[in-house]
């Protein structure tokens, strides 16, 4: 009688056992070994000779402000503002346009638009490093050389490298969104726009006290998962400005290819270490700021 | 009246020509790729350019095949990502299972804690995860990133199923618990067939992310030989981009058409298997 009743108290943590293992392996051991690392001087000369330094690689990444942490969670704050507004303001124009009642082709252009998500990520970026904005033979040059403009570089000073990576972006994040906008703008019960035309509401009246408060709980969730991967978004300006051994001369860096440079570029584990931990607190903070609810619609 | 027809119809134009120009531009990368790989001539740069190859030539193609270890990257491709999706479902499904159907001790801290480890990017521990198993001999081997790419997937498969396991009605166990099923049995012929969406989705997932991941493959793999697909079209890129652009083009449509395929064909089970799911941040 007591064996069965064992069993069902254990079973749980054995059947959980395997992921947990997994997790704890791939994802909590790593980020301990990773604070442990920050707290020391390890970079490629000290391999196994490293000492303690205690919180010196974290007061350089917070305090020395030529260290590039700042500039770079700066540069980072700068590139989530950005692609947010632009894609908020150019998902809702599209849907709205994608949700006029007469437009015939509508599942043509959705399907359409929905193929930059389709592509490998990575091969998309690559694709418009080369095809696109590369000096010699990419479409933008080839385009400029009509007009007597040769060789513009577009990868190699700061300005036109973030707006290229932000034109990017925007590119791999936009069907996401519009899929995201259309469904929200669809859900909306049309008899409150009609009503509200009747009371004589013009169009900014209709947006800002119907479209905009019903959309708003919709789309929630799907903007704070974008804000969460914009803000870590590695590929884009890895892939277009800083591959190993082919740095295009654009130095703009986020937190994550900081991060990434400094652990396998110059091989300062101490402080990259650092940055990785900053960086996580970081995101801790933010998800729980944002309030992030754990939806748990367990049966038991 | 009339007059407000025809301003209807004209706007009904713009905005199809509208359309068409959008998407156009948003194909422009892939076209141009598309174009440039079965293009025959070099004349790539010059202004006489169009989208529309003069000659058509399959060369380029040929060249991936015979200049490349296409063949193996692939078939490395897909032992790893075979392998990572067998791993992460057989892990997953009993503890998502459990997560959703039992109560147990720190059931909800170990629920909170992964939620926060979710927000972690690997990318920032991979040095960590480099130094850890190298004494293993996990550096340079398949077993290796296998582990890695089931570790990373884990998190989001415990709760993208786990969320769906939570929308199935307890009452169809019950009454199988009562007709004497065991919790294998049920699991089996009950919560798997109905939570078969999500199954799918978080497998196609896991497959796509497999597929699609450069950074642990070129950190990881030392040799051109264990390279998958993305690891080998990254160092194609990185090293002799200039003189073989259009194998390059070539390369990269085929390495994309398998994933393309996939998502279209997925793409109808999203919404149910994945929404569902809850998972958040």
């Known amino acids: 009688m007591s064996k069965p009743r064992i069993n069902q108290k254990i079973m749980p943590y054995i059947l959980s056992a395997p992921s947990l293992l997994l997790i704890s392996l791939i994802i909590v051991f790593p980020i301990l070994y990773t604070f442990y690392i920050s707290l020391t001087n390890m970079n490629v000369y000290n391999w196994f000779t490293f000492t303690f330094v205690g919180l010196r690689n974290y007061s350089r990444a917070l305090f020395v402000f030529d260290a590039g942490f700042i500039t770079a969670m700066g ?8 692609n947010m507004v632009l894609q908020l303001s150019i998902a809702f124009i599209m849907a709205s346009f994608l949700g006029v009642k007469q437009l015939r082709f509508r599942k043509v252009y959705k399907t359409i638009l929905m193929f930059p998500w389709a592509m490998p990520g990575y091969v998309s970026i690559l694709l418009w490093k080369t095809g696109i904005f590369n000096v010699q033979f990419g479409l ?4 400029l050389s009509r007009f007597g403009i040769e060789g513009f570089m577009w990868l190699s000073n700061n300005v036109s490298a973030f707006v290229s990576s932000v034109i990017v972006n925007l590119w791999l994040a936009l069907p996401f969104m519009i899929m995201i906008m259309d469904g929200a703008l669809q859900s909306i019960d049309k008899s409150y726009y009609e009503s509200a035309q009747l009371d004589g509401a013009n169009w900014l009246d209709q947006m800002w006290h119907i479209t905009m408060p019903s959309i708003k709980s919709i789309i929630g969730p799907a903007v704070i998962i974008t804000v969460f991967t914009t803000f870590k978004q590695f590929d884009v300006i890895y892939l277009l400005t800083q591959q190993a051994g082919g740095k295009t001369g654009a130095n703009i860096h986020t937190i994550l290819t900081y991060a990434y440079e400094n652990a396998f570029i110059t091989n300062n584990y101490g402080y990259s270490s650092a940055i990785s931990i900053l960086i996580f607190l970081f995101l801790i903070a933010f998800s729980l700021l944002t309030r992030v609810k754990l939806r748990d619609n367990s049966k038991i | 009246m009339k007059n407000r027809r025809l301003k209807k119809k004209i706007g009904l134009l713009a905005l199809n020509l509208f359309f068409v120009v959008v998407c156009f531009v948003t194909l422009i990368p892939v076209l141009y790729a598309f174009s440039v790989s079965l293009n025959e001539q070099n004349s790539l740069v010059g202004s006489t350019f169009s989208f529309i190859p003069k000659t058509l030539t399959l060369e380029h193609y040929k060249r991936v095949f015979t200049d490349e270890p296409i063949v193996l990257w692939f078939t490395n491709s897909v032992i790893l990502a075979v392998a990572s999706v067998t791993v992460s479902l057989s892990v997953a499904v009993p503890s998502a299972y459990v997560f959703s159907r039992k109560e147990f001790a720190g059931r909800k801290t170990i629920l909170k804690i992964l939620m926060l480890l979710y927000s972690f990017p690997s990318i920032l521990s991979m040095f960590a995860i480099y130094k850890l198993m190298s004494p293993f001999g996990l550096v340079d081997s398949r077993i290796g990133l296998v582990i890695i790419y089931s570790g990373t997937m884990a998190v989001f498969g415990l709760w993208n199923l786990k969320g769906y396991f939570d929308t199935i009605p307890y009452d169809i166990e019950e009454a199988a618990m009562i007709d004497g099923a065991n919790g294998f049995q049920i699991v089996k ?5 109905l939570a078969k969406p999500s199954v799918i989705v978080t497998a196609m997932m896991v497959l796509i992310y497999v597929w699609n ?14 390279y998958t697909l993305a690891a080998g079209l990254y160092g194609l890129q990185a090293t002799e981009m200039s003189g073989s652009w259009p194998v390059f083009a070539a390369a990269s449509l085929m390495i994309s058409l398998p994933v393309l395929i996939i998502f279209f064909l997925v793409q109808k089970h999203m919404q149910s298997g994945l929404s569902a799911g809850g998972v958040k941040g």
């Open chain 1, 75 to 82: 540069t980072t704050v700068v590139w989530t503002v950005v």
């Open chain 1, 140 to 143: 933008l040059n080839q385009w």
């Open chain 2, 189 to 193: 012929l009950i919560v798997l067939p």
């Open chain 2, 213 to 226: 991941e450069y950074i642990f493959a070129i950190t990881f793999l030392t040799g051109a030989k264990k």
